[in-house]
């Protein structure tokens, strides 16, 4: 048994389950009364990875968003994958609004949560690694109470604490 044990900090998206949340929420979204003979609409990019959504009417755009994250929800994929630009309204009447998913954590995440961790006064070693954060100790309760901690602190990005060790 090693004498420090570790645990790493990411933010993922499972891009499979994702996309067939996007394809239910299409065929909802084609097969709704309410939406029928609308522009209603949601269409995804891969890369960079970007939903577009789009309706004839703001209110009708809130209804396609509802659905969309719905469908995300039941398939496990996390709400606050995505940062949502502000709704555009068309010269014609219609409104589309785009969605940017958000994969790794970025620089200033990092530093957030390595801020938290060592607000914890644990003994434990937070370092930022690329897009995640790698935290060893030599006690295990330490790195569950860091665990607990950051859950609680409650990130704007879907977190996940992978290789347990």
């Known amino acids: 048994m090693s004498d420090a044990h570790s645990f790493d900090i990411v933010s993922k998206v499972n891009l499979q389950e994702l996309r067939n949340a996007l394809q239910q929420a299409q065929k909802e979204v084609a097969t709704r009364f309410d939406f029928r003979g609308s522009r209603a ?18 209110a009708q755009l809130k209804g396609v968003l509802d659905v969309l994250q719905g ?26 609004q785009q969605g940017h998913l958000q994969q790794g954590l970025s620089t200033e995440h990092a530093r957030d949560i390595v801020a938290t961790i060592k607000a914890l006064g644990l003994k434990v070693q937070p370092r930022i690694d690329g897009d995640a954060v790698r935290v060893s100790a030599k006690a295990i309760d330490d790195l569950q109470t860091v ?12 977190l996940q604490f992978e290789n347990y060790r």
Do not use: C, H, Y
Not at 41 to 58: H, W, Y
Not at 147 to 158: D, E, L, M, S
């Open 41 to 58: 609409g949601i269409a995804f990019e891969e890369s960079p990875p970007v939903v577009k959504l789009t309706a004839d009417q703001p």
């Open 71 to 96: 469908k995300m929800a039941k398939r496990g994929v996390p709400l606050n994958a995505f940062r949502w630009d502000p709704p555009d309204t068309l010269p014609g009447g219609g409104a589309k």
């Open 147 to 158: 665990i607990q901690a950051v859950r609680a602190k409650g990130f704007p990005v879907p």
